[in-house]
């Protein structure tokens, strides 16, 4: 079985300033990796994922991820941020299969709300 | 225009009621899902259907029943409602089997248990 945590559960940051959340996994299987982010009275939308290859992968809204397997872990960055970013960010894990195969069960982390302030 | 939606979007109703919450996506997707987000913003599956087809049922109590009348529809039936299941319910979809498909939420229905 796989888990996940998100030691913030807030994390507090000014405009333009730079943010990681952190996100660590636990799983004895490969893993793909997804970082969501839910807007205040909205579902989850997807803002980027780790499925293979180079470890640094991109997202929307200028996020980043970068996937660390000696670490187990998968910390979303920012450079800047902006107001607009002030959401709840969800880490989440699904584990591999064999070869891609079955169906997707997600486990998700607990979260971590990014309060952006002027 | 919406990619996955739900109806209502807000349930207020009383303990030991019957109720319902209807889910629907144009994606063209194959599977559907059911999720339960608590006051702490927990996320946990509860269940997944493929092709109208039942694939992961979590521990969730008999009073909750899912049902898939086609591939784009998923709908959740809840019995004698208690007052720990006041919470957001999410429905979300994702492309066939493969386990690093992405999956679209809906926004939510906020069920509150007077």
């Known amino acids: 079985a796989q888990s996940v945590t998100q030691l913030d559960s807030q994390v507090p940051v000014f405009e333009e300033a730079p943010v990681e959340l952190r996100c660590n996994y636990s799983s004895s299987v490969s893993v793909y990796l997804f970082w969501y982010v839910q807007y205040p009275n909205q579902g989850l939308q997807l803002l980027l994922k780790y499925l293979s290859g180079s470890t640094l992968v991109k997202g929307i809204n200028g996020f980043e991820a970068e996937f660390n397997k000696s670490q187990t872990s998968f910390h979303l960055r920012k450079p800047s941020v902006h107001i607009s970013d002030t959401a709840e960010y969800f880490c989440?894990?699904?584990?591999?299969?064999?070869?891609?195969?079955?169906?997707?069960?997600?486990?998700f982390g607990t979260g971590t709300r990014l309060l952006v302030s002027p | 225009d919406t990619a996955v939606s739900q109806t209502p979007k807000y349930l207020v109703t009383q303990m030991g009621n019957d109720k319902s919450i209807k889910c629907e996506q144009n994606l063209g997707h194959d599977t559907m899902y059911w999720y339960k987000q608590d006051s702490k913003k927990f996320l946990k599956i509860m269940f997944s259907y493929n092709n109208k087809e039942l694939i992961i049922n979590e521990t969730v109590p008999n009073r909750f029943s899912p049902k898939s009348p086609d591939k784009a529809h998923l709908n959740l039936h809840i019995n004698s409602l208690e007052l720990g299941d006041s919470a957001v319910y999410f429905c979300?979809?994702?492309?066939?089997?493969?386990?690093?498909?992405?999956?679209?939420f809906g926004d939510g229905t906020r069920l509150s248990i007077l």
């Open positions: 979300a979809s994702s492309q066939g089997q493969g386990r690093n498909q992405p999956q679209h």
């Open positions: 989440a894990v699904s584990d591999r299969g064999l070869m891609n195969t079955g169906f997707q069960k997600l486990v």
